[in-house]
């Protein structure tokens, strides 16, 4: 794998891979319209002018304005720890790899597409607070509860992007099974199901739910909203308290960059 790894060196692996898959019918026609570039590599031209097969539309526009350095892209031939990509995402930038083997092509490309929803201006700076108030509790949490736990804590901090409170409001759910798992096992019962909590739950999640948003440095008044958001979207009130305060710190991550 070469070393000096810019955009231009992906889009040649990106079309390389393609070609290899697909055949005579890796090229799927023109782009209409293209992805504006003057980047002289032919490797970056051909990604904002032609169509892949199987290439999205938003990994091919994330190289070729990555080549002219408008996305915060880092690109690896190995694979980051989930707290070293969690840092980065904390300074507003993300990793992609470049990596030699038979999955290589999918790998950058699911790195690309999450890019992409890490850049989009509605949610950026509100991601950003999100991971830094993470990264921050991160040794502390990732030593908590059970091996489940911690898929689900890397899966989060790694692996998702988009709304920064639907990002917050998918931890609290971690969070609460890993209780769950917790809770059942001190007692004796087998795992739960599903279902609602049962009082001795509620009570024990309660607290952990507090110390999490203690440790990740919530004030008093945005800990109380980050206590109501949910996945379903409810609280609206709520959730645009908390992300307001998230974008306020990842604004001030990204002013010191």
Known sequence: ?????????????????????????????????????????????LLAEQRLREVPDVAARALVLAARGARPLDLLASIPSPRDLLAHQARGRRYASILDRDDGLDFLLHDLCHLEKFVDPAH?????????ALLAAWDDLVS?????????????????NGSPIFLFAALKMKLKMAVRRDVARERGDPPPAGGPLLPHEARAFEAALDDLLRRLALPAAERIAASRVTTRREELDAARALDAWLVAIGRERLAAS
């Open 1 to 45: 794998m070469r070393v000096d790894l810019t955009p231009g060196v992906a889009c040649e692996f990106v079309a390389a891979r393609v070609r290899e898959r697909a055949g005579a019918r890796w090229l799927q026609g023109a782009r209409r319209p293209p992805i504006a570039c003057d980047d002289p590599s032919p490797w970056v031209r």
């Open 124 to 132: 950026h700076e509100g991601q950003v607070g999100f991971f830094s």
């Open 144 to 160: 908590r509860y059970d091996d489940a736990w911690r898929e689900d804590l890397v899966h989060v901090a790694a692996d998702m």
